[in-house]
Structures are given as C-alpha cells and as structure tokens.
C-alpha cells in the first residue's frame, strides 16, 4: 500500500524559507514520479513541481527560481525547498506520486497535506 505523509509546514515571514517533506512507503520508487501540489482556499489546486524517476524536474511558472523539488539518496523521500515566500505562496501543500506514464494531475497516490501560510 502506497503512503505518502508530508511535514515541515509552517508559517513565515514573507521573503523567509521552508522546507517540506514527504515520507514514501510501498512502491518502487524507481518507477515511480513524484510532485508537489498547492491548493489555495477558494482556488484549484496547481501543479507546483515534479521530479520523474531519471531525476528532471518542472515547475510552475510561479515558483521558478524560488522553490526546488528533490529525493533523497534512496528516493524515499521528497523535499520541496522553499525560498523568497510570498504571501501567494500560502495554501495547503499536498505530495502526490505514481507511475511516470500517469499525468501528474492523475496521480493516484497522495498525502495529507501540509500547511504554509506566509505574511506580508
């Protein structure tokens, strides 16, 4: 059974840094593709970033330059750093994961969530 449980929530100043992390169990992982979506209250919930199983990743326009997506050295865990947060930055932070052939937006597997709410 696939589990995914993200951490490292928080609030922060605008202009600060977070990092999450989600914590995978049950698959393997090297067929696997990972992501980090947001949803936003009263929003639709967006892709912000996406690490396939060779490793290259993709971004929202929104969060280039300022987040990163990447595994760990056994690729059971995935971090989202988090840098130059911005008020818009806030909403519920969800890791999703499945096979690389499944559009991100389709994957089956997903965590709980993990809030991040930023200041002005």
């Known amino acids: 059974q696939v589990q995914l449980v993200e951490s490292g929530g928080g609030s922060v100043q605008a202009g600060g840094s977070l990092r999450l992390s989600c914590a995978a169990s049950?698959?393997?992982?090297?067929?696997?593709?990972m992501a980090w979506f947001r949803q936003a209250p009263g929003k639709e919930r967006e892709e912000v970033a996406t690490i396939d199983s060779d490793g290259s990743t993709r971004y929202a326009d929104s969060v280039k330059g300022r987040f990163t997506i990447s595994q760990g050295n056994v690729k059971n865990t995935l971090y989202l750093q988090m840098n130059i947060l911005k008020p818009e930055d806030t909403a519920m932070y969800y890791c999703a994961a499945d096979r690389c052939w499944v559009p991100a937006t389709n994957f089956r597997y997903w965590g709980q969530g993990t809030q991040v709410t930023v200041s002005a």
């Open positions: 049950g698959y393997t992982y090297v067929t696997y593709c």
